[in-house]
């Protein structure tokens, strides 16, 4: 089996991004728009979550999974998920996989790139 072939259709993944204001933030944001765009789940709406909108939560409870990518130890999209009362089922932290959290954007590619191959994995 290819270990890179996800064996979940899109729609039974969704993937929640914290998208926070510093690189690890960022990367977490961009990994998940590529595990989407490369058919291992779909980025889906934090903000949604933490403001109830109706649409978005009852879409997020019929998930089979709920992958959470926090930039950082604070963990903001996990503590999200909490208060809206869902329990999730993968977490990954961007700086526990051995990138510095800096404030700016200094984006790296190959970061990105590892970081998507590790929550595939
Ligand atoms: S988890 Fe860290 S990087 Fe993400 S929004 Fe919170 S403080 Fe910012």
């Given at each position: 089996m290819n270990k890179?072939?996800?064996l979940c259709r899109p729609t039974?993944?969704?993937?929640?991004?914290c998208t926070g204001g510093s690189n690890v933030g960022q990367i977490a944001n961009e990994a998940a728009k590529q595990?989407?765009?490369?058919?291992?789940g779909k980025?889906?709406?934090l903000a949604g979550i933490g403001g109830h909108i109706r649409g978005i939560v009852e879409s997020t409870?019929?998930?089979?999974?709920?992958?959470?990518?926090d930039g950082c130890p604070v963990s903001c999209a996990r503590k999200t998920f909490e208060h809206?009362?869902?329990?999730i089922d993968k977490h990954i932290v961007i700086t526990e996989l051995g990138i510095k959290k800096e404030n700016g954007f200094p984006l790296d590619g190959g970061q990105i790139e590892n970081v998507v191959t590790k929550i595939k994995s």
């Open positions: 890179d072939k996800c039974e993944v969704l993937i929640f991004p595990l989407t765009n490369q058919g291992c980025m889906y709406c409870k019929a998930a089979k999974k709920i992958v959470v990518i809206a009362g869902f329990s």
